[in-house]
């Protein structure tokens, strides 16, 4: 297995195809290679390839991700994405682990969020887990603020003092989720 780090500049037309299958969402299965590429210009994708430069896992890092807590902005890197072409192989664990090191190697401050059924997952892969905490996180759409649909937030690599943050997170103490759009407005 290889690890390789590619920008989306980076990702050849089939690559991109392959993710867009394995990501799996309606609204992007019929997006074009440009759409994709401007879409996630500010990531990195980060892979395992087999003996062939076959994908057989994927996460992305999101470098468009700020919070806003108690009024001051926080911007960190984000993991989305992660999709293992055959599960139970143990390659999303292996990338998991590898991602981490190389999180920490970069010092980039990332965070990732999963459903709670997938604590154990991410247990086994030694990431620390602030359970409960991803509701604690609001996104402004059409119809006003809603919270998010993940239960907990993973630490990949953060400071002390964010980590704190994140734990004082809470219905009375929310983080606002900014968008590239509107942190361009400001």
Sequence with gaps: MNYKIKTPDELSDDEIQHILI??????????KLTHFRNLFENSEFHFLFNSNDEILVV?????????EISGKQYSLAEAVGLVAGQEKKGYGSKLVQLFKKNMMQRN??????CFADLRPFYQRCGIQILENKA???????????ITAEDDDILIFNISEQNKE????????NNAY???KEQYNEL
Excluded: A, P, Q, Y
């Excluded at 394995?22 to 997006?31: G, V």
């Excluded at 980039?108 to 969020?113: A, K, L, Q, S």
């Excluded at 943050?165 to 009375?172: F, K």
């Design 108 to 113: 980039i401050e990332t965070v990732g969020f």
């Design 22 to 31: 394995l990501w799996n969402i309606s609204e992007w299965k019929e997006m």
């Design 135 to 145: 509701k604690s996180i609001v996104e402004k759409t059409e119809i006003g603020w």
């Design 177 to 179: 989720l900014i968008t």
């Design 165 to 172: 943050i994140l734990l004082n997170l809470s219905s009375e």
């Design 59 to 67: 996460i992305r890092l999101n470098f468009d991700f700020v919070l």
